[in-house]
Nanobody
């Protein structure tokens, strides 16, 4: 089994910054995609940013130019640098890994962390 643990959330003023981290443990042969999702009160969970093993990134339109996702495959970690935070960014942030857990031909599995709270005040 693979476990993911997020950290770095907190309370900040609008315009401030936070850096989220997510560490994976367990048997991972290869990481295909690392991503951050968020879920705000009364809203659906949405994709914030993702990065592939080939270092291709995608961002939600609402965070482009403000957030940066980066991964470290050797450390099995993914980060989300969040700048110019807005109250609309308030949510629980979840990391998500798509991984292969053994060598050779195998399917890709998806794993989730428990989430970390980010609160942005005006």
């Amino acid at each position: 089994q693979v476990q993911l643990v997020e950290s770095g959330g907190g309370l900040v003023q609008a315009g401030g910054s936070l850096r989220l981290s997510c560490a994976a443990s367990g048997t991972i042969f290869s990481i295909r995609v690392m991503a951050w999702y968020r879920q705000a009160p009364g809203e659906q969970r949405e994709l914030v940013a993702s990065v592939t093993s080939g270092d291709r990134t995608n961002y939600a339109d609402s965070v482009k130019g403000r957030f940066t996702i980066s991964g470290d495959n050797a450390k099995k970690m993914v980060y989300l640098q969040m700048n110019s935070l807005k109250p609309e960014d308030t949510a629980v942030y979840f990391c998500n890994f798509h991984v292969q857990t053994r060598n050779g031909y195998s399917p890709t599995y998806s794993y989730w962390g428990q989430g970390t709270q980010v609160t942005v005040s005006s």
